[in-house]
């Protein structure tokens, strides 16, 4: 019920009254002891609407008049304090300057009547000036009236505490209690407002997670008391960095969530983390600090509030990342690009677990002999589709994550299998495989490779080659060198992959000392039609011949770039002027074919 409907509803309730008991004038109250330090009636109903004021009377606009229960007569205040009905006839007319007209005559008669809800008294109506006086009886026959009334007064009174507990429960639900700001969950509420107003205006807003650099040494060194006049502190100068209609809230520890709208200069974000960096005075110490924070922008980042709220808290690691006290973007594209990558990553996860990747067999051939001296193993994924994945397409997904690691020893174990098929089938080729940068570097390499061929002997190994890129070096020079050492004391033949396109490839011919060369096949295939191409061909051939180590040539398409190859001295070659890589059964059918011409 609103104000005026109350009113409205008392005002009709004591003309009722003034009615039933033909008396001229009353008034209804309410008592009220929580909106003021002491007790008050406060009127909600007279029968005349122009009264004299009184000190004793203050009138606020739109609540009425509000008496001083202690200030009460005892005309009006016995009825309060005895908590019954009170009858009186006057032989000496009485005034009552407090409550009626001043131009009404003396009160002769009065009743004044309590209003109860249960034990608790909650109000007061009187009467006067009834010509034959307010006999007892009177209050069976009033009492519907006077229990409407009361209904009234318990309802409003519930409705009062109703609203107490809406409060209660809103701050406590949705406000942080320590800083006074949303919490997580009415941010959300806010978030989704937010972007509801942004879509209707078609504007954009600006969500910022900021991030205290190194609070947790302030609650270590100085205590958490002084730990949250920090965040207090924090807290209000946000409040004063942005403006009235942006969003703060506290997330929780010492993570804030500011929501602009329309930002179009990147010297708000700036000017939000400097404010932060003013020393803070607090409880006898000077507090200095700084904080990192991460932006994404909606409509350019079009998520959802629990995702922009994601981008943000990634971006605000890379600026912690980057030097602290300072502001970064989110990135969406290389977002998007690693959404794809950790896809892939996955499927190709599935497919080592469900035996769809397999190697396919590249044949070897040695120039002075002839002959097909081995493969290379070139791995491919049978993908659910039916198509056939090549690795171009998946492995730069993976590259230097665990399953890099495990695809490489995966890659391994077969490929020593089918060593074992060669040795079973009495066949004198050997194997070679690629190694990524990550998998030979880690750990766990020589372990795994000491343990699967630990029942070998050194003849079954030395038909084994690791092939690893040139580009290693530049990871781990050290621990490349050492690992080809170790290798190598194991009788595992190592070649150094796509040698000429590194920036020192001269330095690794006498670091890294490998058994073989493999020349990068953007040379190889270069070579007829670029004499550059053709003459850094040759040096590195020779360069590896003064070396002693074997070379061999990838990407051979032609029959004369083979013969200028073996003109220079090559060792060996491959490419699809003899075969690609097949299936292990096509792989030595075609070897077992092939006749050099």
Known sequence: MSS?????????????????????????????????????????????????????????????????????????????????????????????????????????????????????????????????????????????????????FERERLNAVDQEKKQWLHENINIDGLTSLPNRRLLNELFQDELTAARHRRGSISVCFLDLDDFKAINDLQGHAVGDEVLRCVADRLRGAVRHHDVIARLSGDEFVIILRDVEHPRTYRHILDQLRHPMHLQGHVIELSASMGITRFPSDDSDSDLLLRHADQAMYTAKETGKNRYHFFDLESHHSQQERFAIGEQVQHALDNDQLELFYQPKLHYKTGVVSGFECLIRWHHPSGKLVYPGRFLPYIEHTKLDIELGKHVINQAVSTLETFQAQGLPYTISINLSPSHFLNDEFLDHLNNTLSRYDMAFRKRLTLEILESTALDDAGLAASNIKACQALGVQLSLDDF????????????????????????????????????????????????????????????????KLIAMGCDMGQGFLYSPALPLGEALDWAACYAHP
């Open 4 to 152: 005026g409907e109350k009113t409205t509803a008392y005002e009709s309730l004591l003309s009722e009254l003034l009615h039933l008991t033909g008396s001229q004038v009353g008034f209804v109250g309410e008592i009220d002891d929580k909106s003021h330090e002491t007790s008050h009636l406060d009127i909600t109903a007279l029968s005349d609407i122009t009264r004299r004021q009184s000190p004793n009377i203050r009138e606020n606009i739109g609540t009425g008049i509000h008496i001083p229960i202690d200030g009460l007569d005892d005309l009006l205040g016995l009825p309060i304090r005895t908590r019954y009905t009170v009858s009186r006839t006057f032989e000496s007319p009485l005034t009552l300057p407090l409550l009626f007209p001043g131009n009404y005559p003396d009160i002769h008669t009065y009743m004044g009547i309590p209003l109860h809800a249960g034990n608790e008294q909650i109000g007061l109506i009187g009467v006067a000036n009834r010509s034959e006086g307010y006999p007892p009886s009177l209050i069976a026959l009033l009492s519907p009236l006077l229990q409407t009334v009361e209904t009234l």
């Open 500 to 563: 000429g396109t590194g920036f020192a490839s001269l330095s690794y011919l006498r670091k890294f000392s490998t058994n073989e060369i493999k020349i990068d096949r953007s040379f190889i295939l270069g070579m007829l039609d670029d004499p550059e191409d053709e003459m850094i061909v040759e040096a590195i051939i020779a360069l590896s011949r003064s070396f002693n180590r074997r070379v061999i040539a990838e990407g051979v398409e032609h029959r004369a770039t083979e013969e």
